[in-house]
């Protein structure tokens, strides 16, 4: 089962900031947040993932909460190409499901013009 | 570098038969993963491979079996086709188990 949490769907204009949240509150200290996403259509992509600090790469930035039970991906400046479902997952490193992408159901992004 | 390559894209089978799947990833990459999508269940893990070894195996019956060749090309085999089988297939390949994983195209097989 996912371990993740994250609101069904999300507006945002476009060129304004998005922030989607994700709640993970039996985050393990071995977890890493990682995020996806799918566009129409398409296989999903990788965004970014973070262990304990805040991200920064050239698609987006994560914010992780002080006590990791949360984190925010923040688009800075949506565009009509960030239209997509947004998946927050917890990828563990040890037990018989390390490695593996555990997709829950979710954010569908919406972006209008 | 080329992306991951799927084929077919397109598959129409019938109930009772069996499919393979075709999946080619990036070079260098030595990991593959297979998942299943449906509108009910979501984007739902298969297993991955590396390096011709099974290294995680997802919660499908045994008609779903893989493998994966020295050049790290994968191949999926679902035997006895159900309708429930209908789904997008997505593999995935990445240089190692925990690194970011990159997608293909899928292969979306149809079942009648």
């Known amino acids: 089962d996912a371990k993740t949490t994250q609101p069904n769907s999300m507006e945002s204009n476009e060129e304004e900031p998005v922030h989607l949240p994700c709640n993970h509150s039996?985050?393990?200290?071995?977890?890493?947040i990682h995020w996806y996403r799918q566009l129409p259509s398409q296989g999903p992509e990788y965004v970014i993932h973070?262990?304990?600090s805040n991200v920064n790469n050239r698609m987006a930035s994560l914010a992780i909460a002080e006590d990791r039970k949360s984190s925010t991906l923040i688009l800075h400046r949506a565009t009509l190409r960030d239209a997509a479902v947004y998946y927050c997952?917890?990828?563990?490193?040890?037990?018989?499901?390390?490695?593996?992408?555990?997709f829950g159901k979710g954010t569908k992004l919406s972006v209008k013009p | 570098k080329a992306g991951v390559t799927q084929t077919p894209r397109y598959l129409i089978k019938t109930r009772g038969q069996q499919v393979t799947l075709s999946c080619s990833p990036i070079?260098?990459?030595?990991?593959v993963s297979w998942y299943q999508q449906t509108p009910g269940q979501g984007l739902q893990f298969l297993f991955e491979?590396?390096?011709?070894?099974?290294?995680n195996k997802g919660n499908f019956p045994g008609r779903f079996s893989g493998r994966q060749f020295s050049n790290s090309r994968s191949e999926m085999n679902v035997s006895t086709l159900e309708l429930g089988d209908s789904a997008l297939y997505l593999c995935?390949?990445?240089?190692?188990?925990?690194?970011?994983?990159?997608f293909g195209p899928g292969t979306r097989l149809t079942v009648t």
């Open positions: 995935a390949s990445s240089p190692g188990t925990f690194y970011e994983q990159y």
């Open positions: 039996t985050i393990s200290g071995t977890d890493y």
């Open positions: 973070g262990l304990t």
């Open positions: 997952i917890l990828r563990t490193n040890y037990g018989g499901s390390q490695g593996n992408l555990i």
């Open positions: 070079s260098g990459h030595r990991s």
């Open positions: 491979y590396f390096s011709e070894t099974q290294r």
